[in-house]
C-alpha cells in the first residue's frame, strides 16, 4: 500500500472536529436473542449508530442475565467499536458519558488504539505519539463493577474461513469438550468451514454487525481512512459471547507469526491485536473489569505458519472451501493478485501437490511476473511487509528455498527463477524449513492439556 501524505489534513480534521463522544448504549434481549445499539457523536455534526445482533440461540441464557452484567460487557465492547468512527477525524478529545473510567483504564484503552491504529498512521504520514494522539475523559460517576459468573468448560472457536481456524477447529475435536463455532458476519466461506468440519451453522454462535452507513459517507467524501483492530473488535463480542451461553473457553487461532512487525525496526503491526501482547493484557483486563472466570487464549500461539501449513495440508476436504483472500471475499474466491493469496500459495507449495495448489487458486502463481512486487515484500527485500495476515519473512524464505531446492532448476517457474537469480542470498541466516517445522513457543496460555495437543499434532503430522 502507498503512503498517503495526510499529515495537514490530520490537522485540520482534529481542529475542525475537536472531541467525539460515546453517548450512550442501549440492548435488548428477546427469545433467545442479544440487540445493541451505540450512539456516538462527532462534534455534534455527524452521528452514528451502529449495532449488533447476537441472532437466536436456545443455548442463550441473556435474558436471565442482569443488567449490570449486560452493561459491563456491551460498554467494553463500544469502547472497541467507537474507534472505527473516531478516526475519521482523530479529534484530539474523546469523551465517554455512559460510566466512568480509571486512569488505569484509560491508559489500558489509549495503548489498544494508538497500536492498533499504528498502520492507519503510517499509511497516512500522520506523526504522532501515545501521549498526543488523544485524550480520553469520562464524564460519568456511573462505576461498571466486575462480576463473578459460573461457566462450563465448552469451547468457543471463531471462524474466520481460512486455513488457520480449520486447523484449530479439526484439532480440538479430538477432546471430549463441547465445541460451537463463533462467526462474525457470516459469508459464504465461513459457514463451509462449519459444516465440512461437521458443526451446523444454526448450532453455532452467529453475530451479525452493521457499520453506520454514514461512516462510508465520510470515507467517499475524503475523510481519514484504514485500518482498525477488528480482532480486537472479535475479542470483546467473544466475550459477550462466552457469557450469554455460559462457555468459559474462547479459542482463537493466532500464531507466533502474529508477533512480527509489518514494518521493519518498529512497532508497527498490522496483525497487533492478534500478537500475544494484546492476548496478555486482553486476558488481564477482563479478569480486572469483566469477570476472572473468562479464559481467552490462542490454541496456535506456540506454532508458526509454516507448521500450521503442514497440518492444514492433512485436510484435504477443506482444500476447495477455504478463503483467506480480503480482495475475493465479496465473490467467495481468491483472487490471485493479492499478497494474502501469494503468502497462503507460497506457504502451502512445500506440502500440497502443485495440481492441487492450481486447483485452489485457479492459477500457479508462481509464474505470474505481475506478482513480483508483493513477492519481494513477502521475502523481506522491501522497506515494510505487506500490510496483511501473513507470515514472518523467515517463513516465506524457507518455504521458498524449500520450494527451490525440490524442484527442477532448468524449469523453475518466473518467481522461483527471480529468486533464485536476484535474491538468494547462500549467506542469509535464514532458519530452514525442518527448524521452523520443529520449534514451539514457549510464551503462550494454553493450559498444559491444550499445550499437549498441539505438541503431538505438530510431531504426528
Known sequence: ?????????????????????????????????????????????????????????????????????LSNLVFNLGMIELISYW??????????????????????????????????????????????????????????????????????????????????????????????????NSNEARERTIKTAGFSIDDSIVIDRTIDSKLIELNEKGFLNGHTPFSAVLAFTSVIAAVISGKQNIVLSNESSANEATVGNTNINHQYSKSLEFEKDFREYLSKYVSEGINYFSFLRPINELQIAKIFSKYSEHFSGFRSCNVGSKVDEWCGNCPKCLFTFIILSPFVKKKELIKIFNKDLFNDENLIEIFEQLTGNAKEKPFE??????????????????????????LLQHYKTYLLNEKQTFPDKEKLLNSFENKHFLTEGFEVLLRNKCMNE
Open 87 to 184: 478516526k475519521t477525524t482523530c479529534s484530539p478529545e474523546i469523551i465517554i458519558k455512559p460510566h466512568s473510567l480509571t486512569k488505569e483504564q484509560i491508559s489500558w484503552w489509549k495503548k489498544l488504539y494508538f497500536n492498533g491504529l499504528g498502520e492507519f498512521f503510517y499509511l497516512n504520514n500522520i506523526k504522532t505519539d501515545n501521549n498526543s494522539f488523544v485524550r480520553i475523559k469520562s464524564t460519568s460517576e456511573n462505576k461498571l463493577l466486575r462480576f463473578e459468573f459460573e461457566f462450563n468448560d465448552d469451547l468457543i472457536v471463531p471462524i474466520g474461513g481460512g486455513k488457520d481456524s480449520i486447523v484449530t477447529i479439526e484439532t480440538l475435536k479430538s477432546t471430549q469438550k463441547n465445541i460451537t463455532p463463533l462467526v462474525l
Open 389 to 414: 495476515c501473513i507470515g514472518t519473512i523467515d517463513e516465506v524464505n524457507a518455504a521458498i528455498r524449500a520450494i527451490i531446492k525440490s524442484s527442477d532448476q532448468d524449469n523453475l517457474p518466473k
Open 1 to 69: 500500500m502507498k503512503i498517503k501524505d495526510n499529515c495537514n489534513k490530520y490537522k485540520l480534521l482534529r481542529s475542525e472536529y475537536p472531541y467525539f463522544i460515546f453517548e450512550k448504549y442501549s440492548f435488548s434481549t428477546d427469545c433467545n436473542t442479544l440487540s445493541i445499539e451505540y450512539f456516538f457523536n462527532l462534534s455534534d455534526k455527524y452521528f452514528f449508530k451502529p449495532k449488533l445482533i447476537f441472532q437466536k440461540r436456545k443455548f442463550y441464557k441473556a435474558e436471565i442475565l442482569s443488567d449490570s452484567i
